[in-house]
């Protein structure tokens, strides 16, 4: 019997069962396919639908806010040209305040939506959620710990811009430095102090403000005079100075009270000081103080009422000199008894002692 007569009875039973094996495998994967299509479709049209209402959800509320935001600048444009819109409204005050209100508002809706989004894509596929949870609230305490003391700063920055508690062109004491706020962040306050420095104050460093440009200030003056003058005409003059001030622009608008004479601050043997307050604008209380100096400095020497320090009245050019200064102080040695003059005598010679 020739070889390829024994091949031919004897086939390799290899090919039959690797053909067998190869379709058993494309079954079994067809039917898990055809097992599963339908929840990898839904899962699939699940996670497209999450983060479809996310983005959308997202965009409307930052779209929401920003026109808030916008509605707040325009208003606060449309008081400025007002008469006293620069006095009630300060436009770039209000800007920054309302930018950085919905700055934060927008990053918060942001984090949420987005966050809840992610946890329920990973929800979605069957992910237990529990230690990934875990583990963030791990983070978030450590990095809360770390960075204290940034959290600490950007809180406070948002409850002050929150409560207005001071604003760009505010006047404000800090405790660590005072100046003219020229700039609030959420982290850092920059104020301008009185000789041109700026100052970079941390929020969370701020233990209390003292705002200086709030409500309204007080001017008060010190007028000392001597203690035989008039009070009556004291009085008259202080007032009628006052009066005509409250006239005048731009002291008209600065004053909002009348100027007010409370009397007598302090009573001493050589002067008398009285004392004058008068309600004005707040942050113009130092201008309003130079200003009623001046005026009743004026008023005073019409009126021939000398303050102190003053020159008296009816000396012209120098005064006279003093009889006494070109006399020499007394000398220790005019006195022969003084112990300066006996320290300076010659002493004598000894005696003989032999005659």
């Known amino acids: 019997m020739s070889l390829s007569v024994l091949l031919a009875a004897s086939p390799s039973p290899e090919p039959v069962g690797s053909l067998g094996e190869a379709a058993e495998q494309a079954g079994n994967a067809a039917g898990w396919v055809e097992e ?21 959800l997202r965009y409307l509320i930052r779209r929401a806010l920003t026109n808030l935001i916008d509605r707040m600048n325009r208003s606060a444009q449309a008081v400025e040209g007002t008469a006293l819109g620069g006095l009630l409204v300060n436009a770039e005050r209000r800007r920054q305040r309302s930018e950085a209100i919905g700055s934060v508002l927008r990053s918060v809706a942001s984090f949420l939506i987005m966050g809840t989004a ?3 894509v990973l929800g979605a596929f069957k992910i237990n959620l529990a230690p990934l949870l875990a583990s963030a609230g791990v983070a978030g305490v450590s990095l809360g710990v770390g960075a204290r003391n940034l959290v600490t700063d950007f809180l406070s920055g948002v409850f002050m811009i929150l409560e207005d508690q001071y604003g760009v062109g505010d006047t404000v004491d800090a ?43 007080t001017a008060g003056v010190d007028v000392t005079v001597r203690p035989t003058e008039d009070l009556e ?33 302090a009573v001493l043997l050589d002067s008398m000081t009285v004392r004058v307050t008068a309600k004005t604008m707040p942050g113009k209380s130092i201008g309003v103080e130079r200003e009623l100096r001046w005026r009743i ?14 020159i008296p009245h009816g000396v012209d050019g120098e005064s006279a000199a003093d009889p006494t200064a070109a006399m020499a102080a007394p000398s220790a040695y005019a006195s022969a008894t003084s112990p300066q003059s006996l320290a300076t005598t010659p002493i004598p010679p000894p005696t003989n002692l032999n005659k």
């Open 36 to 56: 599963n299509w339908s929840t990898w479709l839904s899962t699939g049209l699940r996670i497209l639908l999450i983060i479809a209402v996310a983005i959308t």
């Open 297 to 310: 400095k004026q008023a005073l020497d019409e009126a021939g009422i000398r303050m102190i320090g003053a």
């Open 175 to 217: 405790g660590v430095a005072s100046g003219e706020v020229i700039e609030v962040g959420l982290r850092v306050t920059k104020l301008r102090g009185d000789n041109g420095e700026i100052w970079y104050v941390r929020n969370g460093e701020v233990k209390r403000i003292g705002n200086l440009s709030q409500g309204w200030s």
């Open 118 to 120: 992610a946890l329920m």
């Open 233 to 265: 005409q004291v009085r008259k003059a202080i007032t009628a100075a006052a009066d005509a001030m409250t006239k005048e622009e731009p002291w008209s608008e600065r004053l909002w009270g009348p100027v007010e004479v409370l009397g007598l601050d």
